[in-house]
DNA sequence: TTTAATGGTTTAAAAATAAGAACCAAAAGG
DNA sequence: CCTTTTGGTTCTTATTTTTAAACCATTAAA
């Protein structure tokens, strides 16, 4: 079935978001960054605080979720603003493997 | 804003199945249920054989999908067969969290 | 041009996850 | 009742992930 090695590689490609988002300390970096409705965008030490981990751990987890294209950032000078990407491709992306899924499943019954 | 707070549970309730999806081997094993259309079931030696894995650690991948609701399975004497659960509600709920999440994103633009 | 602030990186430790060998239990078949 | 098949569960080891202390680089401010 030709579908089904399409379905694979959707999913490969969405593992790192997937791992991204699956995580409870990076849940709360991403509520943090919703809850940012003046979008300015959230500094480290903001985030320390929310989720009562070091610099340098929140700095790991931001890493990754750059590497997912979840998040981004702008510097000011030695100030660095993070917030969530304005066109997060996976999520549409993510959308559709659900729906692939289901088809399956559904057709099977 | 309480929506936030909905939000955080949603994400919460989701980090199992995220986590469960995320993974390679257990993505290759969703794969291999999914292209079973004859629809037994698949035993965990069928497994093995697919991803090179021993039966220690597909028996572990099966307890995770397991209890993020993706798999089921039912004995015949002592064989067990596995099978992708007919109705995931966790699908339909990480539809609606992804809707949420885009519309907060796309609210603040 | 010092001094302070900001924050990424490296390093090392701790914790969690994944893996297979060995073991155990249940059911089928002789 | 023994033997085989099937497959879950320890148990131990290896790997990966997470964390914070220490360090370093950059920019702003004095």
Chains 1, 2 share one sequence.
Do not use: W
């Amino acid at each position: 079935m030709k579908n089904l090695e399409q379905l694979k590689n959707e999913f490969a490609n969405l593992s790192e978001f997937l791992i991204a988002i699956g995580d409870e300390t990076r849940q709360a970096i991403i509520i943090a960054l919703l809850e940012d409705n003046a979008c300015n965008g959230l500094r480290v030490n903001d985030l320390t605080e929310v989720t009562d981990l070091s610099r340098p751990a929140i700095s790991h987890h931001l890493k990754i979720l750059k590497q997912a294209h979840l998040v981004d950032f702008r510097r000011e000078g030695t100030k660095n603003y993070y917030y969530l990407s304005h066109n997060i491709s996976e999520i549409e992306q993510l959308r559709q493997l659900l729906t692939h899924v289901s088809d399956i499943i559904d057709k099977e019954q």
